[in-house]
């Protein structure tokens, strides 16, 4: 018998004990052990729920238990699962966690200490829920060199864009139907701003550069400003919308940013929709490969957490390494990052002959809806030079960058 | 250092070598260690290539030779695949094969053999070259009951039925391009008659189910009586016609098949075209998920191989256990097995009331480029009824199975 236990009892948490024990005969099967959730963690007492007996407040019950082997930290947030994460970690037991935030924050560290105590710090359940992107990477693509990983990472953004393209509805409009229904938070900004994806971002571009990425350190843009126009041409042009969180290996570098981009619907990501996640993995070897599923929700986050549960409990006292160095990764400057950009414009200030002197090379597209202006798809060049040219156009009404892949 | 071998320099042995040579950096890093391949087993000599030096005659230079600890099964066939596979394990050499023939016929048995060993046998190649479904399964979804896996897991005839899709093109043509491109063989029955697939699908559902499944048990249909006018059929039903290898639980049996199916172009399953495989995977807790990439080729099949290379280098001397066990799976009789059925039907035989009379409730969809037919989308309905039902009718001119999945 393997005795874990779950810090934290909320969605997720609570979502995990749920897993083991409802699949407590494929656990075992997996493991070749039984494994018992022995302590939830939580400040709640949860009075009446069958998990009462089992509830404490104090983390060094659990810790201080030499009996406790692994810990779910389905917390979220830096602290106080910051400091738990470490002392679990200190005292020889395995933690997998559901926390991006921390990952993001802490992930090398923590990964090192597991290292020194001899047991794993696993985050499957951080990025893209229900799908297994950090197994992924770290086992079945260690062979590689990547080239590229570019995900639909947050559902709540993917499932206002999806309704937005298929209705023709404006922003603001999608986002109060999708607080209503659920899918978005009364306070969205995490979501709809993109600070959410360019946490997992930072995590997925750690995995793949070996060395830390700083979330803070990378661009990011949210969906806030498009539009019911954007996607009238976005279908002229057999796109689809959609916000990537995006890590390339440009020369010994990378870049990782989050942004709506103009995507062709043949791209294998474009088939991602309403709250469906999906990253695609470019190796050198291995070339295109995508993986998709549900990036949120309490069972497939928690079952992502169990696979880690499993694997730690197969893994007991022996360090599975994983390719996440403290030293920061050699990121490129986002000035410099190239691209090709969407960019409509106001007929009433410049003509395309005007757009074609200031953007260079590029086409003209045009939507019958909408007369009083047009829009031109630019080729690659710098974010710098594209920001200088839009700024010396006048009746430049919205940009989006545009990935030119089939 | 751990010294390696690979029986079979062909296409995928030959890209074995090049990947651990060529990604040699993140081979070592992922192990820990250096790997070198010793040894080549091939009866051909390679004089004036590189490999020369390498190559050995006699399996037995290479199972006698203690420092080996890894092989790379990449002859294909069962035999001697097959003995020099047994030969291996029982020294104690775990073996990491692309041979799906070998796997579908022998996986439980030499699974066996490697625990009974304390090494193991690996295949990852076997299915889906560029997707890591095998240890997706293995090792991300232990957890899950798993309800279906169902994949396009042949490239041929992937591409097939892409371009008769694009193109309305008529099979035979398309066979002609693709054989003359290289995407199909000179003997193309292994690919169109669905032989390929249904050795994948053996090989899926053995691992959904935890026990033998059989491929020479399950129905298996190609996809030479595909034609253009199924394809305008389909392209009104906002469908793709896509071969499918598919598994499904149904009770606490398992139903096991390949088929042409028509299938929603919003399904995931739908975005892959041309060479390229996925397959989809639907868990109790987890839900819906697909895996997308490369399903053959050189390089992203010997890519999968050097996955299990670098597991098997990180588990040397431990077994790590595989849920397939000898005992055959118990499967859902074929004539039992439900499914919806679009049937084209001439009009100078059969109306559309007839149709009903005989199918019973349903769908007449028709084109306008086919006057003198139409075609009937029934209702689900066991496989032996719909046969009885179709043979009562006369003018039926083709059937496929529908998934009525969005």
Known sequence: MIKAAVFGYGNIGSGVVRVIEENADRVEKAV???????????LREFEGDPIRSRVVHDVDVIVNDPEIQIISETMGGNEPAYTFTKKALEAGKSVCTSNKELVANHGA??????????????????VGGGIPIIR????????????EISGIVNGTTNYILTKMDREGAAFDTVLKQAQDLGYAERNPEADIEGYDAVRKIAILSSLMSGQNVNYEDLHVEGITKISSEDFLYAAKLNRSIKLLATAKKVGEKYLA???????????????????????????????DSMYYGRGAGKLPTASAVVADVIEAARNLGRHLPIN?????????????????FFVRIDRASADEAKAKEVFGKGEVVTVDALANEFAYLTEEMSEKEFAAKKASLNGVLSAIRVDKRA
């Not at 070749?32 to 939580?42: A, Q």
């Open 109 to 126: 560290e923590l990964i090192r200490i597991a290292a020194e105590h001899h047991c794993n710090y696993f985050f499957e359940a951080s």
């Open 257 to 287: 940013m989050v942004a709506p981009f103009m995507l062709s619907k043949d791209h294998p990501l474009a088939s991602a929709n309403d709250v469906f996640n999906a990253v695609f993995v470019k190796g050198d070897m291995l070339d």
């Open 136 to 147: 992924t990477i770290n086992e079945a693509l260690t062979q590689e060199h990547l080239l």
């Open 32 to 42: 070749g052990d039984k494994v018992e959730v022995k302590y939830v963690l939580d």
């Open 324 to 340: 996440w160095e403290e030293q920061p990764a050699k990121l490129v400057a986002f000035e410099d990052a190239k691209h090709c």
